[in-house]
């Protein structure tokens, strides 16, 4: 389903119907309501990393658009973007860019990538308060993973590391078929970045003793490896398994959902 709808200050100074202000920023800048709303459940929209490199994110996307109220005093456009980044400073993202009128942002965690970006215009030519700003946030879950191997190589660059989560049979190492397509892009990745060298990491939740754990992740890196040397052509040296069980937890392992969270596979830089 996509919402789109549009206000023009000549029609109306209220918040056009439909729309609202995002669950992540809560509180708007003051002086402003909403013109434009767009909200669709898959889209892709260019963000940056903390770097300044441009990658394509995918997810539920949504675009809401501020205008000035008529007779308000605004805010400058860079006082904008500095107001949603501290928000997200709460969260502590994982990356971010600031440039003048715009700022990136990303947060993420095992289950979720949220990605934002907050651009201000200067509709009157003036620096010390923009007519609209625009707010652009995806929101990408990683527990039901489609990834690229684009999305792979950016998430490295940005951050050093990425967790995949390729699904093994209960208590063992036996990669699931559900598993090809990350194993797929995992490959396509490495062997187009043939220079960069990752460790696979393998994570468990803490069901069970450590010491099985340990075990189990370490052979879980190890049919990672395996299977994308044999089945994909990967060069084996661009790839060490470590085994790490519950030792680096995401989330908590105190309900099913944290715990499925934590068994995972990371991709680390060496």
């Not at 789109?4 to 003051?30: K, N, Y």
């Not at 994110?57 to 973007?81: L, P």
């Not at 990491?201 to 044999?230: C, I, W």
Request: proline letters at 3%; hydrophobic letters at 40%.
């Amino acid at each position: 389903m996509i919402l789109v709808a549009v206000c023009h200050v000549s029609m109306c100074q209220a918040d056009i119907e439909g729309s609202s202000d995002h669950p992540l920023f809560p509180t708007r800048v003051p002086g402003y309501y909403i013109g434009k709303y767009e909200s669709t459940p898959f889209d892709v929209a260019i963000m940056r990393t903390r770097t300044g490199v441009e990658v394509e994110v995918s997810g539920k996307k949504t675009v809401i658009e501020y205008v000035r109220k008529e007779n308000e005093k605004g805010a400058s456009a860079s006082f904008v973007a500095l107001n949603y980044q501290a928000a997200l400073k709460k969260l502590k993202p994982a990356s971010e860019h600031f440039e003048n009128s715009w700022y990136w942002g990303q947060v993420k965690n095992a289950a979720s990538e949220i990605w934002v970006q907050v651009s201000g215009w200067y509709g009157n030519g003036s620096t010390e308060e923009t007519d609209s700003y625009m707010v652009t946030i995806v929101e990408k879950s990683l527990m039901e993973q489609v990834i690229s191997a684009a999305d792979i190589s950016a998430n490295i660059k940005a951050t050093g590391h990425i967790a995949l989560y390729i699904l093994f049979d209960t208590g063992l190492a036996t990669i699931k078929t559900e598993s090809k397509q990350a194993l797929e892009q995992i490959a396509a990745m490495l062997k187009k970045e043939p220079a960069l060298k990752v460790y696979i990491v393998g994570h468990t939740d803490n069901q069970g003793n450590l010491e099985s754990n340990m075990k189990l992740s370490l052979d879980r890196a190890n049919a990672v490896v395996n299977e994308l040397v044999t089945k994909y052509a990967v060069a084996a040296n661009q790839m060490m398994p470590k085994g790490v069980a519950s030792l680096s937890p995401v989330s908590t392992n105190d309900t099913e959902e944290g715990r499925k969270m934590n068994r995972r596979v990371e991709l680390v830089k060496i």
